[in-house]
């Protein structure tokens, strides 16, 4: 009988049923979520709540072996909420990038790189980081999909120097309490390493999206699904 009222009362009063698809719709945003910084690092995934942290950024290696990067007070980054994506606009030095982080569903986003060179500039790669905690990854095992390299197909925690410029479409990072999964578009080259500049032990893969200089016009897309 309650049911019915219930069911009854909503009909008749569409300002509930309103407030109720309103309430359902900020706790699925408030339970899957990507966290993402104004200057467009990701860092972590929202899932029932919990945040998975990792840290995304965008970095590009010059010739002369400087690294910029995205980070704060480094840019002057315009950010945009529109819906269930979140939008970055920037800039490295004479490179313009847009980022588009999307949430697709439960612990699942889609991170949309689009990159364009407004002069000619002299550099050596483009490159999508991901870096991973010590504290959350500490025991964590890795594997590649779609590479040649027999040693990376199978999940394992050696890091090597032979790591670098690796062919494949995917990564896949599993520890005891956390798991993460990055499928490209399509193919990429890969490096792994240890990140230990901070006094640190992160593990951190690097995915470029440009090997080599760009000039004014080259545009560069790269689109990665992150669960």
């Not at 009909?11 to 109720?20: A, C, Q």
């Not at 986003?109 to 990854?137: M, N, Q, R, W």
């Amino acid at each position: 009988m309650l049911k019915i009222i219930y069911n009854s009362q909503i009909k008749r009063n569409p300002i509930i049923l309103l407030l109720i698809l309103l309430m359902v719709l900020f706790i699925n945003q408030a339970y899957s979520q990507a966290e993402v910084e104004p200057w467009g690092n990701i860092t972590g995934i929202r899932k029932q709540g919990q945040l998975f942290e990792f840290e995304s950024s965008l970095k590009v290696k010059y010739t002369n072996s400087h690294i910029a990067s995205t980070a704060k007070e480094r840019q002057q980054p315009h950010y945009k909420r529109s819906g269930d994506e979140q939008i970055i606009t920037s800039n490295i030095d004479s490179l313009f990038f847009k980022e588009t982080v999307k949430d697709l569903s439960a612990g699942k986003i889609k991170v949309t790189l689009s990159l364009v060179a407004h002069a000619d500039i002299d550099i050596s790669g483009v490159y999508f980081c991901i870096t991973l905690p010590a504290e959350a990854y500490a025991d964590g095992r890795f594997r590649l999909f779609g590479t040649k390299n027999d040693s990376l197909k199978n999940f394992t925690s050696s890091i090597n120097s032979n790591y670098l410029d690796i062919n494949a479409s995917g990564i896949e990072v599993n520890s005891r309490n956390r798991k993460l999964k990055v499928l490209f578009d399509a193919p990429g080259i890969v490096s792994i390493k240890r990140e230990t500049s901070n006094g640190e032990n992160n593990l951190q893969f690097s995915v470029a999206l440009n090997k080599g200089g760009l000039h004014k016009g080259d545009t560069l897309q790269k689109v990665f699904t992150i669960m």
